[in-house]
């Protein structure tokens, strides 16, 4: 296309922001700078629930509360924090409650990305599996976003997907109670699928948008290790602050 034609297309129909719709420069990519995933926010994390932790602790030591009460999963990774100002918090309203199911290939393409830093104990025969979303959140949103988000790193990655859980009893849906309860309030709510026979000796990578307390993740990841995974990572687009 000669140059003249493509500025006057640009003119007319500039890139936008896949995002905020935002208008971009010629030839940008599809995010602003805003909604590009580079550089995300990152301090020292703990490497078993990605929570910020002391910079003073060496980067193999779990932070405080991982060492009080370990969770299940062994490992998190996320694309970044989630909080009111944090970019993340566009793409995660968008994909889970504006209708924005074209958000899950990009996150999923930058989750990959993360996967690809991990040592072979955890990629080789890696298993994604979506956590289980409500049955009556599924149905307001026509979508599951977890599993859209697992299918989409699956892809890029060239590794299997398996929604190897479900939901087996109703759980009131978490937001008000404290940890303590969030706790009591998942256990057994979660079982395998018959079809989860493949889980045998496989890393296994729990996928979901937001990790906040960490209960549901840990409960999920417990019944994954019954089922025989080998290890159990969480995979997140975004972990929600806590203090430290
Ligand atoms: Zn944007
Ligand atoms: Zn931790």
């Known amino acids: ?29 599809s995010l602003c700078s805003r909604h590009g995933f580079d550089p995300l926010e990152q301090g020292p994390v703990c490497p078993r629930c990605a929570a910020p932790k002391s910079p003073h602790l060496p980067a193999a030591v779990a932070c405080a509360a991982c060492r009080k009460k370990p969770p299940r999963f062994q490992r998190t990774l996320k694309l970044g924090g989630y909080h009111s100002a944090a970019p993340l918090r566009d793409w995660i309203l968008g994909l889970k409650h504006g209708g924005r199911r074209d958000l899950a290939a990009p996150l999923g393409a930058a ?51 398996l929604a190897a859980l479900k939901r087996q009893r109703h759980t009131v849906p978490q937001g008000s109670p404290g940890p303590g309860s969030r706790l009591a309030n998942v256990q057994g709510a979660f079982g395998l699928r018959r079809r989860a026979r493949v889980l045998r000796d496989r890393p296994v990578w729990l996928v979901d ?36």
């Not at 896949?18 to 208008?23: I, N």
């Not at 993360?114 to 955890?122: F, H, R």
């Open 1 to 29: 296309m000669p140059a003249a034609l493509s500025a006057l297309l640009d003119a007319l129909y500039p890139p936008r922001c896949l995002v905020c719709t935002q208008a971009l420069p010629s030839m940008q990519p």
């Open 111 to 161: 989750l990959g990305r993360l996967l690809e830093a991990e040592p072979q104990e955890w990629r080789d025969s890696a298993l994604l599996v979506p956590v289980p979303l409500h049955p009556l959140r599924r149905l307001e949103r026509g979508y599951d976003q977890a599993l859209l988000l697992a299918r989409a790193v699956a892809r890029e990655q060239g590794l299997p997907c």
């Open 209 to 244: 948008d937001v990790l906040t307390t960490g209960a549901t993740a840990s409960e999920c990841a417990r019944v994954l290790m019954r089922g025989g995974a080998a290890r159990v990572g969480l995979l997140v687009v975004a972990r929600a602050s806590r203090r430290v």
